[in-house]
């Protein structure tokens, strides 16, 4: 699910109930930003840093990232 620019590292929440994704640039090792659950919609959704710009197949993995995500979650892992 990882692309060349990005990989995502998974770090533990306070609640341990749902799951946060650090995403980070794989030359650089800056973090772009952050998957974690948003209540108010009661799903999964990517919060980006500042000042960060993302192509297409950035979106792409970010968005299969979600989709997998929402897909554990209702399959109970």
């Known amino acids: ?18 799951k946060i994704i650090d995403l980070i640039a794989i030359q650089s ?3 772009l930003g ?3 659950w948003f209540g108010a ?3 999964y959704a990517f919060f980006p840093n ?3 710009i993302y192509d297409k197949a950035c979106l792409e993995t970010i968005t299969s990232k979600l989709n ?3 897909e554990d979650r209702k399959n109970g892992k």
Do not use: A, D, H, P
Not at 1 to 18: A, H, L, P
């Open 1 to 18: 699910m990882e692309n060349e620019y990005i990989i995502f590292e998974e770090r533990s929440s306070q609640t341990g109930v749902t």
């Open 29 to 31: 090792k800056i973090k």
């Open 34 to 36: 952050e998957i974690k």
């Open 41 to 43: 919609w009661r799903k």
């Open 50 to 52: 500042e000042n960060t």
């Open 68 to 70: 997998q995500l929402m």
